[in-house]
């Protein structure tokens, strides 16, 4: 597996790659917090 891959990695939450702005640690933790907000 790639070093900085999503793909085929055992995780249930992936972020929306075409949402990602920088800094990517706060959009990460913003994308993050919606989902849990949303039930996601």
Request: glycine share 2%.
């Amino acid at each position: 597996m790639p070093v900085n891959s999503f793909d085929n990695y055992p995780m249930s939450w992936k972020p929306d790659k075409n949402a990602l702005k920088r800094p990517f640690y706060k959009s990460l933790a913003s994308l993050l917090e919606q989902d849990i907000t949303n039930g996601f």
